[in-house]
């Protein structure tokens, strides 16, 4: 398809681990963004990468929190030693470039127990 | 203060109905609005941009006033289709700000 693609679309993971969420972006977008979004709430921005950079990565809450675009493509979002309240939908979006309309990844439901 | 603040509603209204939303955010640098729409356990889809001189989509229609810093959303003649959360979304610097989403149900 040519829509963003995340994987997986739900992880269960006991608290502690290591987890790691894809996005594969529609092609040729250069902006990428993910978001978290608990119920009840919007979605709240965590990094925004420009091609292989991240030019913006002031909502990672802690540095248990990292992600990667080495390609300009597909992006991994990386949770450390995981807690009960990193539990919520990750959003990945892109866009052809910062400030236009940004599409929407189904997102995956990270569970926490 | 949040970035971006919207009423989270619900707002019940029956269809026909003309239902408007408002929305104000806090940074005078934010650059560029939309409205986006979230149905239940989906991912937010672009509803439309929102221009100085307003913009109008069908039934749809967005305002934006800088001076106020302050977005509105009006609907007309509601569909039962229209029921979701819109979510009122600022850009600041290329990034997308979101606010809370406000959510319609729309009744027969």
């Known amino acids: 398809g040519a829509g963003v693609s995340q994987t997986p679309s739900n992880k269960v993971t006991e608290k502690g681990k290591y987890v790691e969420l894809r996005c594969d972006p529609i092609?040729?977008?250069?902006?990428l963004y993910w978001y978290r979004q608990s119920l009840g709430q919007g979605p709240e921005f965590l990094i925004y990468?420009?091609?292989?950079?991240?030019?913006?990565d002031s909502g990672l809450p802690n540095d248990r929190f990292f992600a990667v675009r080495p390609e300009g493509s597909v992006s991994t979002l990386k949770i450390q030693r995981t807690e009960r309240g990193d539990s919520a939908v990750y959003l990945c979006a892109s866009s052809r470039e910062g400030r236009t309309e940004a599409f929407f990844g189904q997102g995956t439901r990270l569970t926490v127990v | 203060r949040k970035e971006v603040e919207q009423d989270p509603g619900p707002f019940n209204v029956p269809e026909g109905a003309t239902v408007a939303f408002n929305c104000t955010y806090s940074?005078?640098?934010?650059?560029?609005f939309f409205w986006y729409r979230q149905d239940c356990r989906k991912e937010p889809k672009l509803l439309m941009s929102?221009?100085?001189s307003g913009n109008e989509d069908g039934r749809f229609t967005a305002q934006l006033n800088r001076a106020s810093q302050y977005i509105s959303l009006l609907i007309r003649d509601s569909k039962l289709s229209d029921s979701a959360t819109y979510l009122c979304?600022?850009?600041?610097?290329?990034?997308?700000?979101f606010g809370t989403g406000t959510r319609l149900q729309v009744f027969p």
């Open positions: 092609s040729g977008h250069t902006a």
């Open positions: 929102v221009y100085s």
């Open positions: 979304v600022v850009s600041l610097t290329d990034k997308l700000i």
């Open positions: 990468f420009q091609g292989t950079g991240a030019a913006d």
């Open positions: 940074n005078s640098a934010s650059q560029s």
